[in-house]
């Protein structure tokens, strides 16, 4: 039976991104498309987390995927996922996250700062073409769950509250940035000329 240990230790970011990108080495050229039917970046991550981590690092490494996600929380990059998913809820945009740090580090660095970098994604591309090419992922949370619950032996409802005991972050109540109307095209154009045009009806 897990113990919580009397502290769970922050993990740094550098750690943190270290373990996504040597997933997605390992994951290899499917690393990048959610929608593959055989997707293998989930199963590889889960299992380094397993292999590398103890379960409070796992607990740990769970508090920094809602830390970084939170840093992407911006009005550009919804407005990105909007044009990308045409269309995109409140969820929606959490599931797009999520995939954008399945991305990897210098995917997701250059999307906070230029979310018109992700025309550069092949997969974003593949999406506009049509087809299941998919860049979202549902949901980082319940993979790290899957990788605490093999380390520990516990089920779903012992790690979720093991993150309620453990969690550093608070949900932000609106994104960062300046706020647009989405179905304005013009504005769209504007503020994302290379998705607005990559995803031009």
Avoid: K
């Avoid at 922050?10 to 997605?24: K, L």
């Avoid at 929608?35 to 590398?52: C, N, Q, S």
């Avoid at 996600?69 to 929606?92: F, H, I, K, N």
């Avoid at 093991?162 to 972050?169: L, P, W």
């Amino acid at each position: 039976m897990w113990v919580l240990g009397r502290s769970v230790a922050a993990m740094d970011r550098e750690t943190f991104w270290e373990i996504v990108d040597a997933a997605r080495d390992r994951a290899g050229a499917g690393a990048d498309d959610r929608g593959a039917e055989d997707d293998p970046l989930p199963d590889v991550l889960t299992d380094l987390l397993v292999e590398r981590l103890s379960p409070d690092e796992i607990l740990a490494f769970a508090d920094v995927v809602g830390a970084v996600a939170r840093g992407a929380y911006t009005w550009p990059l919804w407005g990105a996922a909007y044009l990308v998913e045409g269309g995109c809820s409140d969820d929606g945009f959490m599931d797009f996250r999520d995939g954008l740090v399945l991305a990897g580090r210098a995917t997701f660095d250059r999307a906070v700062a230029d979310p018109d970098s992700l025309a550069d994604q092949p997969v974003i591309a593949a999406m506009a073409d049509g087809g299941s090419a998919w860049f979202g992922y549902e949901s980082l949370d319940s993979l790290v769950g899957d990788a605490w619950s093999r380390a520990t032996g516990e089920d779903d409802e012992a790690y979720y509250a093991a993150r309620e005991r453990t969690s550093s972050g608070h949900a932000l109540a609106e994104p960062a940035g300046e706020q647009w109307d989405f179905d304005d095209d013009e504005e769209n154009a504007r503020r994302l000329p290379r998705l607005t045009a990559l995803f031009a009806v």
